[in-house]
């Protein structure tokens, strides 16, 4: 019997200049661009059979996927989609599960709040949760659990959003949750980077987590501090030698000209990991000006989609700065 749905991972191979063009279901059917030669699964489940140039999969291949977006799609040909005039998306839909909040699965096994070293772990048996919680924490780690059971592709994957303060201009970027606690949510990068020197300037920000897989997304939002030094230098020692390098070599969010950051790397990595030296005996790797952030939330919500778009949505509040004050929940319309 081939494992759960979803699988492991995907593999996909494709001759160069292949790109991806949008997502039909959770993880099943990928339409493409013409020249794409093979998109299967990583050794789960029946392969997915090959496409002909420019076709899309027939209904049955795509069973989550609406069959007005299949013909409005089909109509105009892959290439309606990823050219200069853009592309008729306005019929893409896909059915969710009748499932609500509180029918998660219950965690079986150790919590995950440390994602420093993710990996896979097995998915875990559906249960109803008795109540929700009366703090958002014991929910997201629920959620985040099932996540990394369910094998959803980087389940610490997060939109960090921040402010600038001297144009009003909002910006994104995806980062990695590093581990989460009754303090906040953790994440690190450059301290010059442009992302933390909005979050210096304006320490509030949101993040978003999306778990397509399992219709789920949570959004938490609040104040921003930059976590102790030491904090910070642990966490850096903990990281693979190559990944400490890879943060030394990058002057976060400045210029460079093609094959400068492979040549310094190079450099660096013939000072710091040169061949024939025992991993004891290397030098250590000076730490840039580089570290953590944590979010001190004071809005969590949790969204679940549901049939007809009837999403199923609940926001916990407390005051801002009231890191001791007890949570307020209430649901919300979709």
Not at 116 to 131: I, V
Not at 176 to 190: A, C, H, I, P, S
Request: hydrophobic share 35%; proline share 9%.
């Amino acid at each position: 019997m081939p494992p759960a749905w979803p699988p492991a991972a995907w593999r996909q191979s494709c001759r160069a200049g292949a790109r991806p063009i949008l997502q039909l279901t959770r993880s099943r059917s990928c339409a493409w661009l013409p020249g794409c030669c093979t998109h299967r699964l990583a050794g789960m489940g029946p392969r997915r059979p090959q496409l002909a140039k420019g076709r899309l999969p027939s209904l049955g291949s795509v069973p989550m996927f609406h069959a007005a977006a299949h013909a409005s799609l089909a109509s105009r040909g892959l290439e309606g989609l990823g050219g200069a005039e853009g592309g008729d998306v306005s019929q893409m839909r896909r059915e969710f599960s009748a499932e609500g909040l509180e029918e998660a699965a219950m965690p079986r096994r150790r919590h995950l709040s440390h994602t420093h070293n993710l990996r896979g772990h097995a998915r875990a048996e559906r249960a109803l949760l008795p109540a929700v919680p009366a703090a958002p924490l014991a929910f997201f780690r629920t959620w985040f659990d099932e996540a990394v059971r369910a094998e959803v592709h980087e389940p610490n994957a997060m939109c960090l959003s921040t402010v600038s303060s001297g144009t009003g201009r909002p910006s994104a970027r995806i980062v990695l949750l590093k581990g989460f606690d009754e303090r906040g949510f953790v994440w690190y990068t450059n301290y010059g980077s442009r992302k933390a020197q909005e979050l210096d300037c304006t320490p509030f920000a949101s993040l978003t987590f999306w778990w397509g897989p399992l219709d789920r997304c949570v959004r938490v939002e609040g104040r921003v501090a930059r976590v102790p030094q030491e904090e910070s230098e642990a966490y850096f020692r903990s990281r693979p030698r190559s990944s400490q390098l890879g943060a030394l070599v990058s002057e976060q969010s400045r210029p460079v000209e093609p094959g400068v950051l492979d040549m310094r790397m190079e450099t660096l990595r013939q000072q710091y990991m040169p061949d024939g030296v025992a991993e004891a005996d290397l030098p250590e790797v000076p730490m840039p000006d580089w570290g953590g952030y944590r979010l001190e939330p004071d809005v969590v919500e949790f969204w679940k989609g549901r049939p007809s778009r009837v999403h199923d949505r609940l926001v916990y509040t407390r005051p801002l700065d009231g890191a001791q004050s007890e949570w307020k929940k209430e649901r919300l319309q979709p």
